[in-house]
């Protein structure tokens, strides 16, 4: 029989996807005020030095975190979409709706970009990664729309108005105890469609 070793080394990308992923809980919990190397590290399980072998400061590891957030976002989204066939219509309004269903209207997500937005006037790395996530939010928004109506003139404008009406939704959904259903907000949202695309 052969002696079990002490200690199981992770796999690096293994690891820096744990502390993206701890950092995450910690400023749905905490708050941006209270993320620091101490609090990720253990919410991560691990030693507090290790934080500074993967990032370079705890805002480097925010701004991953957030981007990874965004990624999430993203595949969900792409997820409906998919699911929602081929009609241009109908993958626009499953794009629209996505974002008052779990994964994304929940209150831990909320909790993370409450901490997520205190911070983009303080850090620019975390205002940089902010202006990524939601340029490829309404990429996609404009993708669906361009899909949906060929011939709109002014789609960015559109899809301006529509992420607005959205994050209202979306907040009050992710607050809990919304004055409205996740599927009155998607008729909602189909009804601004209607109207903005007339």
């Known amino acids: 029989m052969s002696a079990q070793p002490a200690f199981t080394r ?4 293994a690891r820096r996807q744990s502390l993206i992923e701890a950092t995450a809980r ?3 919990a905490r708050g941006a005020a209270g993320v ?4 990720i590290c253990a919410e991560a399980g691990v030693s507090a030095g290790l934080l500074r072998h993967y990032f370079a400061s705890v805002s480097d590891a925010m701004a991953e975190t957030y981007r990874w957030t965004g990624a999430e976002i993203d595949r969900a ?3 409906a ?3 929602a066939g081929p009609d241009p219509r109908a993958r626009l309004i499953a794009y629209l709706a996505a974002n008052f269903r779990a994964p994304i209207a929940t209150p831990e997500l909320l909790a ?8 983009t006037r303080s850090d620019a790395e975390v205002a940089a990664v902010r202006a990524e996530v939601y340029g490829s939010f309404r990429q996609g928004l404009e993708e669906c729309l361009r899909a949906y109506r060929p011939d709109i003139a002014d789609v960015r404008v559109i899809a301006v108005a529509l992420t607005a009406l959205i994050d209202g939704l979306w907040l009050e959904l992710s ?3 919304a004055p409205f259903s996740a599927e009155e907000a998607e008729t909602l949202a189909a009804r601004w469609l209607d109207a903005l695309t007339a």
């Open 81 to 83: 979409v998919a699911a």
């Open 36 to 39: 620091s190397v101490r609090t």
């Open 26 to 28: 910690v400023l749905a």
């Open 112 to 119: 993370t970009y409450v901490a997520f937005w205190s911070l």
């Open 10 to 13: 992770a796999d690096p990308d």
């Open 77 to 79: 989204l792409e997820e």
């Open 175 to 177: 607050l809990g105890q």
